[in-house]
């Protein structure tokens, strides 16, 4: 409903779909550039795209896969452009009292944050694209194989070789 008002020109409805959706979008934006100010540009680029592109949008899918591939397809221009080195800076800070607060847990958590950022920066990008919808933003395989255009199987497939990748590389993490 409300992207049917916003492709009518209705901004208060547009607004309310940037508000509901921009957070998870960012998160998928930084994972797969792994800059914020790169994942903030890209996210803004797509609501900017999608605000054109509102009366072309079909409602065959819903508002939320359609963001999910415009984003999907400006990130990857923008790694074509210059591939920057995969961070994973949305890991969540500790809190004050918390275990991992101290200094050699923190170094610990550092350090397999850093070798989990350069094993997703190993994965081919169908991969890594497939993991963070999945594993970051919660996706159904229906979804994801709408966003990256392909099959639901070819998805699955991606997954698993995306999970036995991380796995061995994480294996002296565990």
């Known amino acids: ?19 509901r959706h921009g957070s998870s979008l960012l998160t998928l934006a930084r994972c797969m550039l792994g800059s914020p100010q790169d994942a903030e540009e890209a996210v803004q680029d797509a609501f900017v795209s999608a605000w054109r592109r509102l009366p ?38 500790p809190a004050a009292g918390d ?45 994801i194989a709408h966003v990256t255009r392909t099959s639901e199987p070819t998805v699955r497939g991606r997954l698993f070789r995306a999970r036995r990748s991380l796995q061995e590389a994480m294996g002296p993490w565990r």
């Open 56 to 93: 072309e949008y079909r409602h065959s899918a819903e508002f939320r896969t359609w963001m999910y591939r415009i984003t999907v397809n400006r990130c990857l221009t923008m790694r074509r452009r210059r591939p920057p080195p995969l961070s994973l800076d949305v890991v969540v800070e």
């Open 99 to 143: 275990a991992w607060s101290q200094p050699a847990r923190s170094a610990e958590q550092d350090a397999a944050t850093a070798a989990l950022s350069r094993a997703l920066a190993e994965l081919d990008v169908g991969q890594r694209i497939c993991w963070i919808l999945r594993e970051v933003e919660g996706l159904p395989y229906k979804e």
């Open 1 to 19: 409903m409300l992207a049917v008002r916003a492709a009518e020109g209705d901004e208060d409805s547009f607004a309310i779909l940037v508000r």
